[in-house]
């Protein structure tokens, strides 16, 4: 085992044993005796990965010191005691998304960084309980919206045509500022619209498409663990059950009774410990890029369209106009996210896309009497 290797391993070792710290103290605060369990179950899976990295370092006859909680953790924990343990919970998701991502690249940690992204929806639950438990209505209320995906839709529709629209706008500004012809400008405008939307289609691709590559792995990766050891499967999908409020006994049963059909067992686990639907894997890769590519055109055409028609300076005060009210347009949109009302989000989308093409065109107008002095 090289040095790297082992200061890794020590690294991993540390941090395993102050998460099972922070969970037992965690614990020990907690009225609900429910939430108490899981939280000491938690720390039961740390525990067991810390004595893993353990063993590992002494096979290597490497020794190690008696474990002594870390500053930070002394400090979350303090903030706990004295605020309310609330307050360090999304500390403790990015901690354990951390623990994902690190695990992710060691071969043989991958059934560990699993049950820190089990221990990370965990603590969402939690974060979202009510005094140890959500009333069914409720959970299947932000289970719907946790797992819609219309807002996010809407919000890339709106943020697409939006990014099209700025940046084409300031595109042909930038050109007409350095007082190209008309045939140019439009030229500029369509090579503009052309290159965005490819770039933002390729760019939406890559991403979806990583995403389901991702999703699919670990959803493999799940499987091979129902196949290999699935009572521990079982105690994951019933600290979840118990974190959202289902008495223990019930919960196990219900874990117990998912995970006696491997089918659905797979199912189950993708959706309630990873937060995967198997069937969708994030969407189709080439719908977003379709729709990335067609949303940005119709933003970019905008301030392009008048000089297909007209010419000179009516030409771009009407590209002026159009860009103007379509920015509004935009702004008045994002009200639907934002919850601030329309006139400022629509002063404020116009004033900033119209400044960004002031901008634009007046580098265009200096680099254009330098050119023609």
């Known amino acids: 085992m090289d040095a790297k290797t082992i200061e890794m391993y020590k690294n991993f070792r540390e941090d395993e044993r ?3 710290f922070t969970y037992r103290s965690l614990a020990e605060m907690q009225k609900d005796g429910r939430i108490a369990e899981v939280y000491n179950r938690m720390a039961a899976v740390e525990i067991k990965h810390a004595e893993k990295w353990e063993e590992l370092l002494t096979e290597a006859g490497v020794g190690f010191k008696p474990f002594v909680p870390e500053w930070r953790t002394k400090v979350l924990i303090w903030l706990a005691r004295k605020v309310g343990p609330e307050l360090i919970l999304p500390s403790l998701q990015a901690k354990e998304k951390t623990g994902v991502a690190s695990y992710a690249r060691v071969g043989m940690a991958r059934g560990m960084a699993m049950q820190e992204q089990s221990h990370g929806l965990l603590l969402d639950q939690i974060q ?8 069914g209505s409720s959970l299947a209320l932000m289970e719907g919206r946790h797992r819609s995906t219309g807002g ?6 709106v943020l697409g045509a939006n990014d099209g629209l700025v940046s084409n706008l300031s595109l042909v500004m930038g050109v007409a500022g350095a007082a190209v012809d008309n045939k140019g400008i439009l030229i500029a405008g369509m090579a503009g619209l052309l290159a965005g939307a490819s ?3 390729l760019g939406e691709w890559l991403s979806v498409q990583s995403s389901r590559e991702l999703y699919a792995n670990q959803i493999k990766i799940e499987t091979e663990e129902i196949d290999q050891a699935p009572e521990e499967e079982a105690e994951e999908l019933a600290l979840i059950y118990e974190a ?13 009774q998912i995970l006696s059909n491997r089918d659905s067992a797979v199912d189950v686990m993708a959706r309630e410990e ?5 069937e969708e894997l994030g ?8 729709t990335s590519f067609v949303l940005f055109a119709i933003g970019a055409i905008i301030p392009v369209a008048p000089f297909i028609f007209l010419t000179g300076n009516q030409a771009i005060l009407v590209a002026i106009l159009l860009s103007t009210v379509g920015l509004f347009l935009i702004g008045t949109a994002i009200t639907l996210f934002t919850g601030r009302s329309v006139l400022y989000s629509g002063a404020r989308m116009m004033i900033f896309g119209l400044l960004a093409a002031a901008i634009t065109f007046g580098i265009g107008r200096l680099i254009g009497i330098s050119l023609a002095g």
């Not at 996010?152 to 529709?157: E, F, K, M, V």
């Open 274 to 278: 990873l937060g995967i639907d198997p």
């Open 128 to 135: 979202k309980s009510n005094s140890g438990g959500m009333e």
């Open 18 to 20: 102050n998460s099972a």
């Open 244 to 256: 959202r409020g289902v008495p223990v006994a019930q919960a196990q049963q219900m874990a117990a």
């Open 152 to 157: 996010n839709a809407l919000r890339a529709a």
């Open 283 to 290: 969407g189709s890769a080439w719908t977003a890029a379709i």
């Open 199 to 201: 770039s933002m289609a």
